[in-house]
């Protein structure tokens, strides 16, 4: 890490000096990795039309906090991954054997997860209010620790991608024809759903489940409101997420104000100008 603060030293602005605000430098890092895996991940989500999956996800990965810290777990993010992981792999099942559209089978595993949460944190007359920091999250806190585990997971998707981005994209625009091509769309949906849940619940700590959805939405939303093909697609949603990733973290110095939110806000202005783009193109 005294390498990055170095480097970090370099660059002008207020907090980035040598005896400069460290959490500022681990907050950049931090966003540095997450910003091309949340980036990479919206491309899938827009393209399956699953944009409240992230939301049925952070409401299960509460719901796995809540368990854990009810079992006296000393680190209970790991029972929240489990438990995330397993709903999405039952989402994938359920939406596979069923007629129901995606929006209501998500529909219907997000409102039990946050009810069964709520139950959990309240049993025996608990107070909801420990649980409060996983609504609104805090960049400013993440350690170097966490910033490694997330650098590892973004490794994962990389290879994920590089080996299985055909099969996942042709699974997710025309199932039947991936089936006849032999691509096993069950395992895919499947991985992927794992690799969401996972990204969900080890971010929802700094990110924060109110704004966590906008992070897997808007920069695949406005990359194809401008991007003309799945090279550019890809770069655009990588670039919008890094861009309002670090202009949120500034913004967010300057004004005192919530992270997550500025970078969301940001997003969102990003997404307003590709859609005037789009359509001055046309």
């Known amino acids: 890490m005294e390498l990055w603060y170095s480097l970090v030293s370099l660059l002008p602005l207020e907090w980035a000096g040598a005896d400069g605000l460290t959490f500022m430098k681990n907050a950049l890092l931090a966003i540095l990795v997450i910003s091309p895996l949340f980036g990479l991940l919206s491309t899938m989500v827009v393209t399956n039309r699953m944009s409240f999956f992230s939301d049925a ?26 438990f995330a992981v397993a709903l999405a792999l039952l989402f994938t099942l359920v939406r596979r054997h069923t007629k129901l559209a995606s929006d209501t089978v998500i529909g219907v595993f997000s409102s039990t997860a946050v009810a069964l949460g709520i139950f959990i944190a309240t049993l025996g007359g608990g107070s909801f209010t420990k649980f409060n920091a996983y609504l609104i999250g805090d960049i400013l806190s993440v350690d170097p620790a966490v910033i490694a585990l997330l650098a590892v997971i973004l490794l994962l998707v990389l290879v994920l991608w590089v080996t299985s981005f055909n099969g996942l994209m042709l699974s997710s625009v025309h199932p039947a024809l991936a089936d006849s091509r ?12 794992s690799a969401v849940a996972v990204v969900v619940t080890v971010s929802m700590t700094w990110v924060g489940l109110l704004v966590i959805n906008s992070f897997l939405v808007l920069p695949g939303a406005a990359a194809r409101n401008v991007a003309r093909n799945m090279r550019k697609y890809h770069l655009f949603c990588v670039l919008f997420a890094l ?11 300057v004004l005192g104000s919530s992270t997550g939110a500025c970078i969301t806000l940001c997003l969102a202005v990003l997404f307003a100008a590709s859609l005037l783009l789009g359509r001055l193109r046309r």
């Open 57 to 82: 996800l952070g409401h299960s990965a509460f719901t796995g906090i809540a368990i854990g810290v009810l079992c006296g777990l000393a680190q209970p993010l790991w029972c929240a991954v489990v």
């Open 243 to 253: 861009v309002s990733g670090l202009a949120g973290l500034q913004l967010s110095y």
């Open 182 to 193: 032999g691509v096993k769309v069950v395992w895919q949906e499947a991985l992927f759903s």
